[in-house]
């Protein structure tokens, strides 16, 4: 199985390509340049934390076979363990429960083979809490991220098309977008998840199916106001080819949407992975797991209140980030400020 | 005189009105009910008529941006209402239009240089990209703007700058008729002077068609050779410019001229108003679509339709009184406006 390779590939991609040519490009496109500078002066804090989080990701993603810590049992010696894992190898796994920075075990209070050195505990199989938590990261980023590769091109292929093209398109998409709009989404997501089975792409694409509506009635909405504009009406004139006028003139002029869209719909879309790991179809290793565990764990006397603390402060800083983000790119790409701003 | 580049005929654009679940259509909004136009090369004619009467649509049906239901719209002789999609689109290039609000018609996210080429590209124009910005700063200094515009975005120019970047673009393509939508409407007095000076030097130099729709009647008294007034979807007069501001035959073009703001103290009160509101298009008045306001309606204009009938000082009438065999009858007392 060499499929941390290809992680590693990718990772390596977007770090080296992905994020030089994506700068490049914002960089060359004066409105997306001013509104970046513009989100760095206002939400300069949120912005390092989703830096931080995305960075624990990325450290997470680049593993390799072997090295220090490896052999510890004969199952690891060949898994390929991530940088994360291996900054973890002196905190090695407990037999159960313990406190924060605890010297003995939580039930019995044997000494444990790390004493003081789990942060945050340890869960109920002796796992770092800490390591899981920013395991997790990765997690959360994936579900985020992936869906919303899923969702945004679905939502924009079909809102923009239908608007543009109207017509049959049009009652065709709207009937489809009403249908789904009209069955409880978690129902239809416990559903997709069912037929799909369990995994991470699984549950990204039964996220995406429920999720994309939204974007696509904004993007159609607002492809039925451009197409009548002078601009498009004089593109039409100039003989320029409806492909060309969608991506030229329609496209551009709803991306300010779509990224406010994808910023909302990230933290929403992590939530909801919460919601389906409470009901036991979530993706291995989520912080919606973790929270799964603790129903347990917070009826029991003493309390074990640091595994959900961990997981739910880590997902509480990733979404108010990301939020706190979000609000400040709808105001700065709102096209009543940005008009001022001209 | 020339020979006519632009011939439109019983052109007729209805726009369908859809209701109830089934989005059965119920009626019609006739904004264009059969309308005959000729434009001659290098001729300039004016479409003038209150916002509403359908003068924008007929431009739009011209270039096809609307679907017309009947008429021709023949363009050097050819039908374009006839033609498929890909032939229309060389049509296209010898046809542009200018829009009324030069921010509406620039797409934001384009810079000037990619605005005014569009339409080469397009058309394959001017060859390579290089060539192609080349050509764009002969045309911005065309339109008395020049190569530090190239970079910019619309938003960074002002109201007469855009219109003089919406007038490029039309011009890119090398049009033979131009269609003016208001293209002045929306500008300052000083700036509608500047653009309408170009617009006139232009036409000389390049020998361009314009059809010039608008409704602001001093600016069809300084730019028109022929001057076709529209009322609820029809032509209700046409002729020559002079004809129709000294003697104009039709009791609504009668109107229109004695609503305009004059400086003349003489004339700062009008006569003979236009009384009340215009009919829905949707269901216009039987027999003459104007008798509902006309000041001099009478008994066969509710009964009948007129058709165009010559006047006797040039151009035509689209009124019962111009009737060579309508009986004369006593002069009605103009009503107070």
Redesign the interface.
């Known amino acids: 199985m060499e499929s941390h390779i290809l992680a590693n590939l990718l990772v390596l991609a977007l770090l080296f390509v992905g994020a030089p040519l994506a700068f490049l490009l914002l960089r060359r496109n004066?409105?997306w340049s001013e509104a970046l500078g513009e989100l760095w002066r206002r939400r300069r804090f949120s912005l390092l934390v989703i830096a931080l989080y995305v960075a624990v990701a990325l450290l997470d993603s680049f593993s390799w076979v072997g090295g220090a810590g490896a052999g510890e049992d004969s199952l690891s010696a060949h898994e390929a363990r991530s940088v994360i894992d291996r900054a973890f190898a002196d905190t090695p796994r407990e037999s159960s429960y313990s406190a924060p920075l605890a010297r003995g075990s939580f039930y019995g209070d044997e000494p444990l083979r790390a004493p003081g050195g789990h942060w945050f505990g340890t869960d109920i199989l002796g796992r770092d809490v800490l390591h899981r938590t920013l395991k997790g990261v990765r997690v959360a980023l994936l579900i985020g991220g992936f869906t919303s590769a899923i969702t945004i091109p679905l939502a924009l292929l079909l809102g923009v098309t239908a608007g543009y093209f109207g017509r049959r398109l049009d009652d065709i998409v709207f009937f489809v977008m009403s249908t789904l709009a009209s069955i409880p989404s978690l129902l239809l997501l416990i559903a997709l998840v069912i037929v799909l089975g369990r995994g991470t792409w699984q549950v990204c694409v039964a996220l995406g199916i429920t999720s994309w509506v939204g974007l696509c009635r904004v993007a159609r909405g607002e492809t039925l106001k451009l197409r009548e504009?002078?601009?498009v009406?004089?593109?039409?004139?100039?003989?320029?080819?409806h492909l060309?006028i969608l991506f030229?003139?329609i496209l551009?002029?709803l991306m300010h949407l779509v990224i406010v869209t994808f910023v909302l719909l990230f933290s929403s879309l992590v939530l909801s992975e919460t919601i389906l790991a409470y009901l036991g179809i979530g993706v291995d290793g989520s912080w919606g797991q973790m929270i799964d565990q603790a129903r347990n764990e917070l009826s029991r006397d003493p309390i074990i209140w640091w595994n959900i603390t961990a997981a739910g402060a880590a997902m509480f800083g990733l979404l108010l980030a990301v939020n706190y983000v979000g609000d400040a790119l709808r105001d700065i790409l709102d096209p009543r400020t940005l008009?001022e701003r001209? | 005189m020339s020979a006519a580049l632009l011939e439109v005929e019983g052109l007729r654009t209805w726009f369908p009105v859809r209701q109830g679940l089934r989005r059965r259509v119920v009626g019609h909004i006739r904004a264009v009910d059969g309308v005959d136009l000729t434009v001659r090369v290098g001729q300039t004619v004016a479409l003038v008529g209150e916002s509403g009467c359908g003068k924008t649509t007929v431009g739009r049906s011209i270039l096809r941006l609307e679907q017309p239901q009947a008429g021709s719209v023949r363009f050097d002789g050819v039908d374009l209402l006839a033609q498929p999609s890909r032939e229309l689109r060389q049509f296209r290039q010898r046809m542009q239009i200018v829009f009324q609000d030069p921010m509406a018609s620039l797409n934001p996210r384009m810079r000037v240089r990619d605005l005014v080429a569009e339409g080469m590209r397009s058309f394959g124009i001017g060859g390579g990209p290089r060539r192609r910005t080349e050509r764009v700063v002969e045309l911005l200094q065309r339109v008395q703007l020049d190569a530090d515009h190239l970079w910019r975005y619309p938003h960074e120019l002002s109201g007469g700058q855009r219109q003089r970047i919406g007038i490029a673009r039309a011009l890119a393509v090398e049009p033979e008729l131009v269609i003016c939508d208001e293209a002045v409407s929306a500008l300052d007095v000083s700036i509608q002077a500047q653009i309408l000076n170009l617009l006139g030097e232009l036409q000389r130099e390049l020998n361009l068609a314009y059809l010039f729709i608008t409704h602001d009647l001093s600016v069809v008294r300084y730019l028109a050779d022929e001057v076709a007034v529209m009322y609820l979807g029809q032509i209700v007069e046409r002729g020559p410019t002079r004809r129709i501001f000294e003697a104009p035959a039709h009791p609504y073009t009668q109107g229109l001229l004695a609503a305009a703001p004059s400086v003349d103290p003489q004339r700062r009160h009008c006569a003979l108003g236009v009384l009340g509101d215009v009919p829905s298009p949707a269901a216009p008045p039987p027999g003459c679509r104007f008798h509902t306001r006309c000041p001099k309606t009478f008994d066969r204009c509710r009964r009948e339709k007129p058709p165009l009938y010559d006047c006797a000082s040039g151009g035509q009438s689209r009124c019962f009184l111009e009737d060579p065999s309508q009986p004369p009858r006593p002069a009605v007392s103009p009503r107070e406006g």
């Open positions: 004066r409105m504009l002078d601009y009406q004089a593109a039409l004139a100039l003989g320029t080819s060309r030229r003139h551009p002029n008009r001209a």
